[in-house]
């Protein structure tokens, strides 16, 4: 199972791409909302999360990922409950995904040391320990993926497909899809 955290103020496009590619590609996804099942984006658009963060389940957890947009990264860094889970996961060596401001969230729980990221623009400083490369639009680096923005989303969709299904995959819907990378 990918869980997909929802925090008030989300990124929509960082979410429901990630959602809607994998699923396309056959990958079991929840949308886990924190605070509640009623979760609203950064541009007013109002989502129904399949779950409530206590909901997740690190015995069946595929990767955990985390979309930017600075309200949803704040509500997520804000729920203990979310970074006992990020910090249980990484200790199980679960995969861990964050695009845009979202990587913010590893680097405040001390999970990005050493490794290589990409992040939105501007905010390499908030990206303690990490490698980051702001001109990359998917960075992968082991069981850690990382997005650079809005822009980047159906690309860091189709990172997470392949690294989870294969690059056959991964391209097979990239071409359903029309989408020119």
């Known amino acids: 199972m990918i869980y997909i955290l929802l925090g008030q103020g989300f990124e929509e496009i960082e979410a429901l791409s990630v959602c809607d590619i994998l699923r396309?590609?056959?990958v079991e996804v929840k949308l886990a909302?924190?605070?509640g099942l009623k979760i609203t984006g950064g541009h007013g658009i109002t989502v129904s999360a399949d779950i409530d963060v206590s909901g997740i389940d690190l015995d069946v957890a595929r990767m955990l990922v985390i979309p930017g947009g600075m309200g949803?990264?704040?509500?997520?860094?804000r729920s203990h409950e979310c970074s006992d889970i990020?910090?249980?996961?990484?200790m199980r060596n679960t995969p861990l995904a964050a695009?845009?401001?979202?990587p913010r969230v590893l680097a405040r729980l001390s999970l990005l040391k050493g490794k290589k990221?990409?992040?939105?623009?501007?905010?390499?400083?908030e990206m303690t320990g990490a490698l980051v490369d702001t001109a990359k639009a998917t960075v992968t680096d082991g069981s850690l993926i990382t997005g650079?923005?809005?822009?980047?989303a159906f690309d860091?969709?189709?990172?997470?497909?392949?690294?989870?299904?294969?690059?056959?995959?991964?391209?097979?819907?990239?071409?359903?899809m029309h989408y020119e990378r």
């Open 24 to 26: 396309r590609g056959g």
């Open 33 to 35: 909302g924190v605070g």
């Open 72 to 77: 949803g990264v704040e509500s997520i860094e």
């Open 86 to 90: 990020i910090k249980k996961a990484a």
């Open 99 to 102: 695009i845009c401001a979202g």
């Open 117 to 125: 990221i990409t992040c939105y623009p501007g905010m390499e400083n």
């Open 148 to 152: 650079r923005g809005p822009g980047a």
């Open 156 to 176: 860091f969709a189709l990172e997470l497909l392949g690294y989870l299904k294969g690059q056959a995959a991964a391209e097979k819907i990239r071409l359903g």
